[in-house]
């Protein structure tokens, strides 16, 4: 990755140059200025990642200088060197808004750590202003939740490829949980304590994307007011995820395959170079290979992210998921809310089992949040639920009021269900195992078991 730029401001030609050979040895791009006027232009016009500046100069001192330098870009940082004896200067320059302070006469470690300290500290209120900008996020739990076979074969697939570098491509429907497992796989990675990025390309207009990719400098268009890091450097040694990639443009699509290539890019408005080390998780709902048949995506660039594809099934194939998934969600909102659910009918259980759920996880979350929160009992019933999934109630069974061991009523239960998923659908076995989440040879298993063949 680039190293970062700094400008070196002194009215000494002695401590320019000292400083200059110093930052350079030690791997940073440097540029000079004799006096605030100098630096006030170099800022303009060009971008700088810290500015080191004395604060006792002619004409404009350090202390006018980080004002002058505050009031257009408040988030450059900035250090002052002041000499020994009057520290007083040091801490009117902190109070002004200066990040650190130096005393001559030092020693070359010491301004180094300065420095290091200072990015270190940018790097962290970066990341924090990212985060800022996604607390929001409706799908914040951590885990996956999963017994059906069909998402214990994604969990061992995501746990092989978690440990390596490869890119991954999440396909499934809208609501299927592929953010959160892009979040799962980073967790499960060496990378996990480095940042996770999120990019959903579906969120921003064409003209944005760019920038928000890799970042832009000050003044390179309309609206741009300070530099800006992208989601690129911001995700450097962790993850990057960017969510609906078969929206992204062509023309976008060509830059998002060199970075993959060359693993640098270079911001709106810049010809700097910037190196990377990211990881890329990718996701779509589209069938990305009929988008490359049509022209609309690159087939160099799919092969590129479909190093290991991983597909999210929908929730009406995995309906082993859905009680394990409700009551995950009931525990949720019940210490959101602090209201008090303390389970939930079995009728209520069997509408739940019964509906197609065309959005999938997201949702089953939306339905029982609304649950938890309209509940008028302790139990949720069908009633706390949307009209659709009442809707569905031709087909919910109840268990049985007689008594008889848990496996008599199991078997009681599951035959009612397939009875009545047999009747909504004429009778067709096929759609009723689909319904189910089994196969067709197990329903008809099934219903030789229970006599109804």
């Not at 959160?180 to 959903?200: E, M, Q, W, Y």
């Not at 008889?404 to 009778?427: A, M, P």
């Amino acid at each position: 990755m680039a190293r970062e730029k700094i400008l070196i401001v002194d009215d000494e030609e002695g401590m320019r140059r000292l400083l200059a050979r110093l930052l350079l040895k030690a791997g940073y791009e440097t540029a000079v200025a004799a006096n605030g006027v100098e630096a006030l232009a170099l800022v303009a016009s060009d971008h700088f990642d810290l500015v080191v500046t004395d604060i006792m100069m002619p004409s404009m001192d350090g202390l006018q200088l980080l004002q002058e330098i505050r009031s257009f870009d408040p988030e450059l940082p900035i250090i002052v060197i002041t000499a020994y004896g009057t520290v007083e200067n040091a801490v009117a320059a902190l109070r002004a808004g200066a990040r650190d302070y130096i005393t001559k006469p030092f020693e070359n470690d010491d301004i180094l750590l300065t420095i290091e300290r200072v990015f270190e500290h940018s790097r962290l209120l970066d990341e924090n202003r990212y985060l800022h900008e996604q607390i929001d996020s409706r799908y914040r739990f951590t885990g996956i939740a999963g017994r059906s076979a069909a998402m214990q074969a994604v969990l061992e697939m995501s746990a092989s490829v978690a440990i390596s570098n490869a890119n991954v491509l999440i396909t499934g429907e809208s609501g299927t949980g592929k953010e959160l497992l892009a979040r799962s796989i980073h967790t499960g990675s060496p990378r996990r304590d480095k940042p996770f990025i999120v990019l959903n390309c579906a969120a921003l207009p064409e003209n944005l994307l760019e920038s928000e990719l890799f970042g832009h400098e000050k003044g390179s268009f309309t609206g741009a007011l300070t530099a800006r890091k992208g989601r690129f450097e911001l995700a450097h040694e962790g993850t990057l995820f960017i969510d609906e990639v078969g929206e992204m443009s062509l023309a976008a699509q060509v830059k998002l395959l060199r970075v993959l290539q060359e693993h640098e890019f270079e911001r709106v408005g810049s010809t700097r170079t910037i190196r990377c080390d990211v990881r890329l998780v990718a996701a779509t709902n589209k069938n990305l290979l009929d988008a490359v048949k049509a022209g609309t995506f690159r087939e160099d660039l799919y092969y590129r992210l479909d190093v290991v594809n991983i597909h999210m099934p929908p929730l009406r194939e995995r309906r082993e998921d859905i009680e394990l998934l409700t009551r995950h969600f009931i525990a949720r909102y019940v210490a959101d809310t602090g209201k008090r659910v303390d389970d939930l009918s079995p009728r209520a259980l069997s509408c739940l089992l019964a509906y197609d759920w065309p959005g999938n996880v997201r949702e089953l979350q939306n339905a029982v949040e609304r649950a938890v929160v309209l509940a008028r009992t302790t139990i949720l019933t069908p009633h706390d639920f949307p009209q659709s999934i009442q809707g569905e109630t031709d087909i919910c069974v109840s268990l049985p009021q007689q008594n008889g061991n848990l496996t008599e009523i199991l078997e009681d239960f599951e035959r009612q269900l397939i009875v009545q998923t047999l009747r909504r659908h004429n009778g067709s076995q096929t759609k009723a195992a689909d319904v189910l989440g089994i196969k067709r040879t197990t329903l008809r298993y099934k219903m030789q078991k229970y006599g109804l063949v």
